[in-house]
Structure formats: C-alpha cells, structure tokens
C-alpha cells in the first residue's frame, strides 16, 4: 500500500480525526459528573472559608450541612423568593454577573450557626482589572460588623491584584461595618492602598499597585450588599 | 536489493534482549548525557514557570511522562501507516488528544493540582520535548524502545523540574511539598524567606547553576573551541 498517496492521506487523516474526537468526547462525559462534584465541594469550602471553618474537601459536604442550617434566596429588591427547584447553593453569582441584568439575577443568603451564634454569609460577584473576581463575606449575628472574608480571582496580576486571596487583604476586613451609628446603610469602602484607616469602621486599606483590583472588590461589596440591606434591617429589628 | 535485504536481516537476526547495551542506554542517556532541558535546552519554559512548587513539578513531570509514553508508543506502533507529508500534524492530533486526556483525569481526581497547574497541562502539547522525540525516535522505531526513550527522556526532565523545585520552595518559602522545613526559630533570628526565588527569573538562575555543576563533573560535555 502506497501510504503517501492523496487518497489514502486524506482516508487517514479523517479516521484519526474521528477515533481522537470519539475517545475525547467519550472521556469528557464520563469524567463530567466527579468534575461537578470537585466544583462543588471547592464551592462549600469557600463558603465555610469565610466563616473561618477549615474544611478538606473529603469533609466539606458533611460539615457544610452542619453548620449551613439556612439557604435564603432574595431577589433585587430584597424579598425572599422561593423558585422551584432551586437552592441558594445552586446559583452561580460569578455567572449571573456575567449573564443576566441586575434585577433579574438572584441574590442567594447562607445562615451558618455553630453552637446558637449565627452568622450571615453573602456570595460576590465582581470585576477586577482582568477578569472576575468573587468572595464570600460573612457577618456576625447582628448582622452588621463582618466576622470574615474570602476572595478569589481568575487572571489578576500575581503579587498586585492577585493578593486580594490572601489573608494579609482578607484579614483587613474583620471587624468593620456596613451600617453607620443612625442606622443608614454605609458600604465598606475599599481605598487606596498605604492610607490610613484605623478607627473608621467603613474603610479598608487596599492593596498598593493593584488598585484597580481592590477598588474592584470594594465596588463588588457595596453594589451586592445594597441589596441585602432591606432584608438584613428587618431582621435586626425582628431580633431586638 | 540483496544488501539491502541481507542489511535487513543483519539487524534483525540478533533477538535483542530487552535491556540490551542499546536500549538501556535509551533510558540513561537523557538523565545526564543528553538531558532534554540541560544539554538540548528543550521544555524551558515549563521549568520556570511550575517549579515554585515541588508538589506541582511533580504533578507536571507526572503528566509529561504519561503523555510521552502514550505519544510515544502510538505513533511507533503506527510509524507505518502514517503518511509521511501530515506526520506533524499526526503527531500533534496524538499529543493533543493525550493532553486533553490528561487534564479531564487531574480535573476530576486531583482538583486542587490542576487548578494550580491551571494552562500549563495545556501548554504540554507545546513542550518541545514530546515533539521532539516522536519525529526524532518514535517515527523510526519500534514500540520498546520507544517506550524506554520516552521514559528515559520524561525522567530527565522530570528530575530537573523537582530539582529547581526544590530550591526554590525551600528557598522560597522555606517549605517541601507544602510542609514548613525551616523552624520557626530561623526567622526569630531574622532569617527571611528569599522572595526572588517565587520569581521566575531565578529559576532560570537554578538551572543554569545545574547546568554549570553539570558540566564541571562531566567532562565529555564540555565543548572545544
């Protein structure tokens, strides 16, 4: 058999293509289901992450059901919706972000509870210099002062905006509030980097040379938190 | 024509034992002698850019040996068939596929690696090194062989990876695999993490430490001028 005739090139080049693209697609789907159960358990450790709970992802589905007693859903306005068949945990704010209009994107609400002390677990969803960056903020019962935080990016610049995942930026945040002494709502501002801001409980210092990405998270902070307000001071007061 | 058969069955009369003088020499030549990244500076790009880690460099020489055994085998197996005028292409369909394989199985069963390793599986389908072989070694050999020069070649790269692994996160970090070496003690007397070595830039220093230490023990890589 001549193998550098046209034809047989052509034959051969179509049956590699065809074998190559069946056993890929063969292996992708077969792959898929614990692919989405990583994606997941990765999800639940974010969540737990900021509220300081450490969790391998052997154990992050177990201890996610233990301490997550509340999944809330609330739309733009701030109500509490109920769509049928789906859960907070099921909603992709990073997507959402990306996707949909502000008022058609849901706005999902963890409650955590660890020996009767409740805290609040907000999802983020935002946009640094490159690409998007997402976080969890929690609050404590009050549901004003913050007990922790976590961010992540895909593509920020390593050592400036990429920081934001580190502790050192995401330690910065504990302890500061989102509503001023008369009640009104007033963001977390995240300013620029090297400033001074002990003793002001709405500010944090950003990071320096990756302003951009920090004025990033402090724009994700205050654009989602907006529209927890109106569910977060109903309740203070239910509690009081 | 009959030289040619009677070449022919010259070579093919001996039975070759499998770890004959030829074909262990497959398996040693690239950890030292021929090394893929030090003497034939191939697959640099990948050693400067995963090798903060010890834990990804051998996540990744893990991943360069399993596609280059499997590249490597299949295009010898099918070295006959394969029309001369698309062999590259052929190759890089082989590779690609292999790649793809690669990332799916470390995407499923090690999350957390492949999200660090995150483009750079991907950018095994550019390593020159599994090109390399396939047109130099595969496409003219039989299945053993190339599967010992795969392997051979796979381990040399692999080992340099470690290697300026872990320098640089012991260096780095002050850590192995993860783990805390340096005692705490160190830094209370004012030892400091360097952070050049994170950088890229050092890791090419590394290996061009390696390669000077290299030359300095073996004298036949030493070029006259």
């Known amino acids: 058999m001549d193998v550098n005739k046209n034809s047989y090139t052509f034959a051969f080049s179509a049956i590699l293509v065809i074998v190559v693209a069946s056993a890929l697609a063969f292996a992708a789907e077969s792959l898929k289901p614990m692919q989405k159960q990583n994606v997941k358990l990765e999800k639940m450790q974010n969540i737990l992450a900021s509220v300081k709970i450490e969790a391998t992802p052997e154990e992050a589905q177990e201890k996610f059901d233990k301490y997550i007693v509340k999944q809330i859903l609330l739309s733009q306005k701030g109500e509490v919706i109920a769509p049928e068949g789906m859960t907070a945990f099921d909603v992709d704010v990073v997507k959402e972000y990306k996707t949909l209009g502000a008022e058609n994107r849901n706005y999902p609400l963890f409650v955590f509870e660890d020996g009767g002390e409740k805290k609040y677990i907000v999802p983020l969803a935002g946009k640094g210099l490159w690409g998007p960056i997402w976080g969890y903020i929690a609050f404590n019962g009050d549901m004003n002062t913050v007990y922790g935080t976590t961010f992540d990016h895909k593509t920020e610049t390593p050592g400036l905006g990429a920081e934001i995942n580190q502790d050192d930026f995401q330690n910065k945040f504990i302890g500061k509030s989102i509503f001023a002494s008369s009640g009104d709502y007033e963001a977390i501002d995240v300013v620029k980097g090297g400033s001074d801001v002990s003793g002001n409980p709405h500010e944090v210092d950003g990071i320096s040379g990756g302003t951009i990405t920090s004025k990033g998270v402090g724009e994700m902070i205050q654009r989602t938190l907006a529209v927890y307000v109106p569910y977060f001071k109903g309740n203070q007061k239910a509690s009081l | ?225």
């Open chain 2, 1 to 225: 024509m009959s030289e040619v058969a009677e070449a022919a069955e010259a070579v093919k009369e001996p039975k070759e034992p499998l770890f004959s003088k030829k074909n262990k020499k497959l398996l040693t030549d690239p950890l030292n002698d021929d090394n893929p990244i030090t003497i034939q500076v191939l697959g640099i790009c990948s050693a400067l850019a995963i090798t903060v880690q010890v834990k990804q460099a051998f996540v990744m020489a893990l991943s360069v040996l399993v596609v280059m055994i499997g590249a490597n085998l299949i295009v010898s197996w099918m070295r006959n068939l394969i029309p001369s005028r698309v062999r590259i292409i052929v190759q890089l369909v082989i590779v690609a596929a292999l790649v793809i394989l690669v990332d799916q199985v470390l995407k499923a069963f090690v999350y957390d690696v492949s999200k660090q390793l995150s483009v750079f599986v991907g950018l095994i389908i550019t390593n020159c090194i599994i090109m390399g072989r396939l047109e130099a070694f595969a496409l003219g050999n039989k299945a053993w062989p190339s599967f010992l020069d795969a392997i051979g070649n796979a381990a040399g790269y692999g080992w340099i990876l470690i290697a300026v692994a872990v320098v640089r996160e012991l260096f780095g970090s002050g850590k192995l695999w993860g783990y805390q070496v340096v005692p705490d003690a160190f830094y209370e007397f004012g030892y400091f993490n360097n952070g050049l070595m994170i950088l890229p830039p050092m890791a090419l220093i590394t290996v061009g430490i390696i390669i000077w230490i290299q030359r300095a023990k073996n004298t036949k890589l030493i070029e006259e001028h």
